[in-house]
Nanobody
Framework: QVQLVESGGGLVQAGGSLSVSCAASGSIFSIYAMGWSRQAPGKQRELVAVITNAGSTNYADSVKGRFTISRDNAKNTVYLQMNSLKPEDTAVYYC???????????????WGQGTQVTVSS
């Protein structure tokens, strides 16, 4: 299995920037994709960015052009750089890792504990 620890959340003014990090440990070799999701109060969880082991990325329309997902393989860490932040970006941000585990490559998803990002107007 994989353990994920997010960090870097905090309070920022609208228009500002913030970067959150996700450090992975455990069965790193089994990960085929990682991503960031967020959940605001009263809202459904939203997938905002994904990066595959091949380096391909995808973003939710709401964050395209503002957020960038990247990885540092040497540090087993994935980052989400958030620019031009808006109050509606306020949410708990969760890191996730998708794995293919065991002999039969059973798909599973692991989640971090989340980190709070608050954007003030």
């Amino acid at each position: 299995q994989v353990q994920l620890v997010e960090s870097g959340g905090g309070l920022v003014q609208a228009g500002g920037s913030l970067s959150v990090s996700c450090a992975a440990s455990g069965s790193i070799f089994s990960i085929y994709a990682m991503g960031w999701s967020r959940q605001a109060p009263g809202k459904q969880r939203e997938l905002v960015a994904v990066i595959t082991n091949a380096g391909s990325t995808n973003y939710a329309d709401s964050v395209k052009g503002r957020f960038t997902i990247s990885r540092d393989n040497a540090k087993n860490t994935v980052y989400l750089q958030m620019n031009s932040l808006k109050p509606e970006d306020t949410a708990v941000y969760y890191c996730n890792a998708d794995l293919l585990e065991g002999r039969f490559h059973v798909r599973s998803t692991y989640w971090g504990q989340g980190t709070q990002v608050t954007v003030s107007s």
